[in-house]
């Protein structure tokens, strides 16, 4: 295939990025909270009693690690897709000479390039103001499962986008991301009630394999939990795409 067959989606995922880099009502909070949160956790409320206890340290970084990917791929798919939608950007886009997928594969990348600059701060956060002790292999492959766990997310937002409006799109998106930071055992240790229903959520298997990057005990094997994200992101986005061949 001939170079200039991908110079279309370069172009189009450089500009959806730049265009969410300079909104600062999308970039700042998804760019900056993650590792706000992980400084005040990680380093200013907990720090004495984590640098005595290395395991909780570790399932606290991955655990806001993975919070921080879930933002960029739900909201700027779920709420952006919504709107544009609902403006007639899609229909629009059918008549003009750009390829069909490329207005996927630029929101994709926009949001695997924002889950990049996140776990750069994460990890920089945890050298350095943490004190992790984090050698360099762990490093590579916690931020490959990051930058790559964009994935789901975008498939959950789109579908989400395909089916509600751009004015109650924030509201569904919220009423998906909220539980799942909660309910995957994300940010606290979930009681044995709940334990059995945070495999349901995406969210829980990106930790259990940021959990094995960073050489932690995890639940699972790791081919389990990369199969149910790449099954996820699949199916969502086929239904998410035959709806929008449908109704637009």
Same mark, same amino acid.
């Given at each position: 295939m001939k170079p200039r067959t991908f110079y279309p989606y370069l172009i189009e995922a450089k500009y959806e990025s730049l265009r969410m880099l300079r909104s600062p009502s999308f970039a700042v909070p998804f760019l900056l909270i993650p590792v706000m949160v992980y400084l005040l956790m990680g380093v200013v409320f907990f720090g004495p009693a984590l640098r005595h206890d290395p395991k909780a340290a570790m399932n606290v970084f991955a655990g806001l690690t993975v919070f921080g990917m879930m933002g960029p791929g739900m909201f700027g798919f779920g709420v952006a897709v919504a709107i544009e939608r609902e403006q007639g950007f899609l229909k629009l886009r059918r008549a003009l000479p750009a390829p069909r997928a490329g207005y996927f594969v630029a929101k994709m990348c926009m949001a695997m390039l924002f889950n990049a600059i996140i776990i750069v701060t994460m990890i920089a956060a945890a050298l350095w103001a943490a004190h992790l002790s984090l050698s360099f292999i762990p490093i590579v492959s916690l931020a490959a499962i990051s930058i790559? @766990?964009?994935l789901p997310f975008c498939a959950m937002g789109l579908f989400i986008g395909v089916l509600v409006t @751009?004015?109650?799109? *924030? @509201?569904?998106?919220?009423?998906v991301y909220? *539980? /799942? /930071?909660w309910l995957s055992g994300l940010v606290i240790p979930l009681p044995k009630s709940l334990q059995a229903a945070a495999p349901v959520w995406p969210a829980?298997?990106?930790l259990q394999l940021?959990? @094995?990057a960073l050489g932690q005990p995890a639940a699972g094997a790791a081919w389990m939990h990369a199969a149910v994200l790449a099954g996820l992101t699949l199916v969502l986005t086929a239904v998410a795409v035959r709806r929008l061949a449908q109704v637009g």
């Open positions: 790559s @766990g964009a @751009g004015s109650a799109a *924030p @509201g569904f998106v919220n009423l909220l *539980p /799942m /930071m829980y298997h990106l940021s959990l @094995g």
